[in-house]
């Protein structure tokens, strides 16, 4: 029990040094918060990357304040998530939960995203991050989504295994169950309409120095379905002040 705490207590430790926010906000992986908390001020930009559109749209960046079991940030984009010629901007905060499940640190949030058509989300998370093996971590949520431009009021599943290698590098695979229409980037990038179908995403994130990293994904990746079509790649970049 006594190592099981000491390699949980390491693993917060590298993972608030390094925490990297979702392409929502908060700090995770692509889409699912984990329960770890940012350092100090984090400016970070995170992207669904479309290179087949020539139209230039400010991206999606967030400013983003953690300390201790706290996390508070905000965000804006160029390009909304329900319309591409409509910007948007974002609030968020994360709060560490004084109990724990078991290995598990639990963390709740929430987000409000508005644009300037009057469209708005509201997401509500629970989430737990444990230990699982040697410098991995796995990571829960339960999300619960409120959408004016779907008309969606709707539980989504995540899951999360982030492993962290020795050069520092994480790498991380996500599944989603049951994803809302406004995170379903798939949709996008796809021929035909995944909705309601298990996805996946994969992902690196690599620190270049103590304050700058980087980050590599695919998401969308449809899982049980023969439609074809591009993938979601994801580029990052965050900075620690």
Do not use: C
Not at 82 to 105: C, I, M, Q, T
Not at 122 to 148: E, I, N, R
Not at 182 to 187: I, P
């Amino acid at each position: 029990m006594k190592k099981l705490l000491l390699l949980g207590l390491a693993l917060a430790a590298v993972s608030a040094a390094f925490a990297f926010p979702t392409v929502t906000g908060t700090s995770g992986g692509i889409l699912v918060p984990s329960s770890d908390v940012s350092n100090g001020v984090t400016i970070a930009t995170t992207n669904f990357a479309d290179f087949d559109d020539d139209d230039f749209q400010f991206p999606p960046t967030v400013l983003l304040y953690g300390k201790d079991a706290f996390e508070i940030g905000a965000g804006y984009a160029g390009e909304s998530f329900y319309n591409e010629d409509a910007f948007s901007w974002s609030v968020f905060g994360k709060w560490v939960l004084p109990v724990a499940l078991g290995p598990a640190k639990l963390a709740a949030g929430a987000e409000y995203r508005t644009d300037d058509d009057d469209y708005h989300t509201s997401f509500l998370y629970l989430t737990g991050t444990m230990p699982v093996f040697s410098s991995s971590k796995l990571t829960l949520t339960a999300l619960h989504t409120d959408d004016s431009y779907y008309d969606e009021n709707k539980f989504t599943f995540m899951a999360n295994l982030e492993k962290t290698l020795e050069s520092g590098a994480a790498v991380g695979l996500e599944w989603y169950w049951g994803l809302p229409g406004v995170l379903d980037f798939s949709s996008e990038f796809n021929d035909a309409s995944n909705a309601g179908k298990p996805q996946g995403a994969a992902y690196i994130t690599y620190p270049v120095d103590d304050q700058l990293s980087l980050r590599l994904g695919i998401s969308g990746i449809v899982l049980n379905t023969e439609d074809e079509g591009d993938n979601a790649w994801v580029l990052g970049a965050a900075y620690t002040l």
